[in-house]
């Protein structure tokens, strides 16, 4: 029996690495379980509590940020409906922000719209909840952990401010050197 345990977790974590090594592929959309993500990303809003929108606004700042250094179209889904009153950032196609409805799950959500876009391409779903990222899995997509996502966006987010800064400086000299 630990054996067996220990072969499932083992298939598991290798199946999350090849996920996340392809998010340099191309993923036709990354879909995010909201609050499986603040929950796990506790330096994102410091002190405010994992629920609420000043939370959920900053996540879905920094998920915006990723989106553009990505090119990757990102749908963020929250469990809750009309929890989406108050928050400065309007859902677009390139960042769609969904909450679920009264009685259903963003787990729920997720799953289908995975298997609804499996026939364009793959989907890369982001939960901490192992029942989703299996289904999304056998479904043709791929999943990985808020660990390794945070991780990853925090990668790519760094890339780009020293991109950014190492452009910032080329552009200084060539100015310098014109006068």
């Known amino acids: 029996m630990a054996i067996k345990a220990f ?13 996340v090594m392809c998010l340099g592929m191309a993923v036709v959309r990354i879909l995010v379980d909201g609050y499986s993500l ?9 002190g405010k509590p994992r629920y609420s929108m000043e939370a959920r606004d900053e996540l879905i ?5 990723y989106r553009d250094a990505t090119g990757t179209p990102i749908t963020i889904v929250f469990d809750g409906a009309g929890k989406s009153a108050g ?3 309007p859902s677009t196609p390139e960042l769609e ?20 876009m499996g026939e364009f391409g793959e989907v890369l779903a ?13 479904q043709g997509g791929l999943a ?17 401010e020293h991109d950014i800064t190492r452009h910032n400086r080329r552009q200084q000299t060539a100015f310098k050197a014109t006068r």
């Not at 929950?39 to 410091?46: I, R, S, T």
């Not at 990985?144 to 780009?160: G, K, M, P, T």
């Open 7 to 19: 072969c499932v977790k083992a298939f598991c974590c290798i199946r999350e690495t090849l996920a």
């Open 38 to 46: 603040l929950h796990n990303w506790p330096e994102l809003a410091p």
């Open 61 to 65: 700042r920094i998920l915006t940020l």
């Open 87 to 89: 928050t400065e950032f």
């Open 97 to 116: 922000i969904l909450y679920s409805r009264r009685g259903q799950t963003a787990d729920q959500i997720i799953e289908r719209v995975a298997a609804r």
């Open 126 to 138: 982001v939960t901490d909840d192992y029942a989703e990222r299996d289904t999304v899995f056998y």
């Open 144 to 160: 990985s952990s808020c660990a390794n996502f945070i991780a990853a966006v925090e990668r790519v987010l760094q890339e780009q």
